[in-house]
């Protein structure tokens, strides 16, 4: 069995972030790193990682968040030397052509809508995975 890929999510919502825990703890493959808040508090908390070792091998970033939002910490992880290599993924309750079109331009890898359920949530890993192909 492969070593779990770390998930570090950018999630201002309490009861999403609550959902995504619950319905993907019986995931081996992923280990779910501590919520962000928002894109301040996710670039904070990648400050206080120190090996590059210990980074994240996937950031999903909620579009809608206080402070700074998905688009804007894509395009400042991707300005980094230390982040621009983490596979980002932008997900939101609606994902509209204006959004896709600016997320991809900044370099998401996908942008996918938010899941309703657990299989919707199992749905995203599994999408993310593909695209980001095997380690």
């Not at 928002?38 to 970033?61: A, C, M, N, R, S």
Request: glycine content about 2%.
């Amino acid at each position: 069995m492969s070593v779990p890929r770390r998930l570090l999510v950018a999630e201002d919502d309490l009861d999403d972030q609550e959902l995504m825990k619950f319905f993907l703890a019986d995931r081996s493959d992923i280990q779910l790193m501590n919520f962000a808040n928002d894109g301040v508090h996710l670039w904070q908390t990648l400050e206080l990682i120190p090996e590059e070792k210990q980074f994240p091998d996937l950031i999903i970033l909620d579009q809608n968040m206080p402070r700074q939002n998905g688009i804007q910490t894509l395009q400042a992880l991707k300005l980094s030397r230390r982040y621009n290599s983490i596979p980002v993924v932008i997900y939101s309750t609606y994902a509209d052509e204006m959004l896709i079109n600016r997320a991809v331009q900044s370099g998401a890898i996908l942008i996918l809508t938010k899941p309703l359920n657990r299989s919707g949530y199992h749905e995203m890993i599994d999408t993310i995975f593909q695209a980001i192909r095997p380690e």
